[in-house]
């Protein structure tokens, strides 16, 4: 019986711990401001300003991965003709390592008005272009 209790003793913290882990996680996002993201933002090309541009550079470089001299090139130069701008700014969130930018975009995204099947249509077509343009350019390989 004693064996019992102690199993349902540390269930019992870990339930707890993950409880407050989660309600910690969505205090955590709702602080975050969110980016303003419109619908044209999701469409593949659009406007590519040149500090975007070089925010992804910035952010590729300084990702601590073996690649090519030209990786991060190609990587910049790819994402401007074929990623929209909603997927430019996660890629360089993603390569920075920042979760808030990353939550911050999808927040933007939610509240955008764009209809949630065209999101998802959308996001699942990019995943399969980033994860080709990535391998492409020899990054992450």
């Known amino acids: 019986m004693t064996l019992l209790k102690w199993v349902l003793v540390i269930f019992t913290v870990l339930f707890a711990a993950g409880a407050i882990a989660v309600g910690v996680l ?13 619908a044209a933002d999701i469409e593949t090309g659009g406007s590519y300003p040149e500090p975007e ?22 990587l910049t ?6 990623l929209s701008r909603y997927e430019r700014l996660i890629l360089t969130a993603g390569l920075d390592g920042s979760p808030s930018k990353v939550v ?6 939610m509240v955008s008005g764009v209809p949630a099947d065209r999101i998802k249509s959308v ?3 990019a ?7 990535m391998h492409e350019c020899r990054l992450n390989q």
Do not use: M
């Open 77 to 82: 130069d790819r994402a401007g003709t074929e």
């Open 123 to 125: 996001d699942e077509d």
């Open 26 to 38: 969505i205090y955590w996002a709702g602080t975050i401001d969110s980016v303003p993201v419109a």
């Open 104 to 109: 911050a975009l999808s927040k933007g995204l």
């Open 127 to 133: 995943q399969r272009r980033v994860t080709a343009i």
């Open 53 to 74: 541009r070089q925010a992804l550079l910035a952010a590729c470089e300084q990702r601590n991965v073996t690649k090519a001299p030209d990786t991060c090139t190609c």
